[in-house]
């Protein structure tokens, strides 16, 4: 059975560029989905157990998601709570996402850097 592989292998020739584009196309892509389920998942909980209204808790989430911070004052302590773990699982987002967009660029920055000189293009 073949071996499932994310990126070709180091003695392989580098990838022609327009499945390279490609390739970033599909990193986006699975970015905006993370992102929009997290998203999603702070709008819920803002809603929920802020008693935000929908605009309030779509401002609140997306704030904390991109690390600016939250705009509405919490009152109950479920609220503060779900504020805290959700600031701290949007940090590991960034992270995830970052990795996920920078990945093909930098996987193909060194694939070519590695391959011999007569085999760049």
């Known amino acids: 059975?073949?071996?499932?592989?994310?990126?070709?292998?180091?003695?392989?020739p580098?990838?022609?560029?327009?499945?390279?584009?490609?390739?970033i196309a599909k990193s986006l892509g699975l970015a905006f989905c993370i992102v929009a389920t997290a998203l999603a998942i702070g709008v819920i909980g803002y809603h929920s157990l802020g008693n935000l209204s929908w605009?309030?808790?779509?401002?609140?989430?997306?704030?904390?998601?991109s690390g600016m911070g939250p705009v509405n004052e919490l009152h109950s302590t479920s609220a503060k709570l779900?504020?805290?773990?959700?600031?701290?699982?949007?940090?590991?987002i960034l992270i995830v996402v970052g990795g996920i967009v920078i990945a093909p660029?930098?996987?193909?920055?060194?694939?070519?850097f590695h391959l011999d000189s007569s085999k760049k293009r």
């Open 105 to 112: 660029v930098l996987h193909r920055f060194f694939h070519w």
């Open 55 to 65: 605009v309030d808790s779509i401002l609140n989430a997306s704030m904390i998601l």
């Open 14 to 23: 580098l990838l022609p560029f327009p499945a390279f584009i490609r390739r």
């Open 82 to 92: 779900f504020a805290s773990a959700y600031a701290l699982f949007s940090a590991l």
């Open 1 to 12: 059975m073949g071996e499932a592989r994310l990126f070709e292998h180091r003695h392989e």
